[in-house]
């Protein structure tokens, strides 16, 4: 059974860092793409950033330049590294993946919210 388990979330002030995880389990991590979605308030949930197998990343434009995606394979894990926070990163961030049937996985997500 899939499982997707993110963590890293809290409450940080403008310009500020956090590094959010997501521990995978139930598929064989290393051989797909996983993806981070962000969702704030009244929004739709929107793509944020992806790793390839490869480790070919991409991101949304409003990503490009602060948010680093990595994995590590040997842990399962994927990670997301949000650099110069500003109030508008604040949002539940959920860690993604589709299977070779195109279903989507989805953790359940970590709040981060940036404020002074």
């Known amino acids: 059974q899939v499982q997707l388990v993110e963590s890293g979330g809290g409450l940080v002030q403008p310009g500020g860092s956090l590094r959010l995880s997501c521990a995978a389990s139930?598929?064989?991590?290393?051989?797909?793409?996983m993806n981070w979605y962000r969702q704030a308030p009244g929004k739709e949930r929107e793509l944020v950033a992806t790793?390839?197998?490869?480790?070919?990343?991409y991101y949304a434009d409003s990503a490009k330049g602060r948010f680093t995606i990595f994995r590590d394979n040997a842990e399962n894990t994927v990670y997301l590294q949000i650099n110069s926070l500003k109030p508008e990163d604040t949002a539940v961030y959920y860690c993604?993946?589709?299977?070779?049937?195109?279903?989507?996985?989805w953790g359940k997500g970590t709040l981060v919210t940036v404020s002074s």
């Open positions: 993604n993946y589709r299977d070779v049937y195109g279903v989507m996985y």
């Open positions: 139930g598929f064989r991590f290393r051989s797909y793409a």
């Open positions: 790793i390839s197998s490869t480790t070919s990343t």
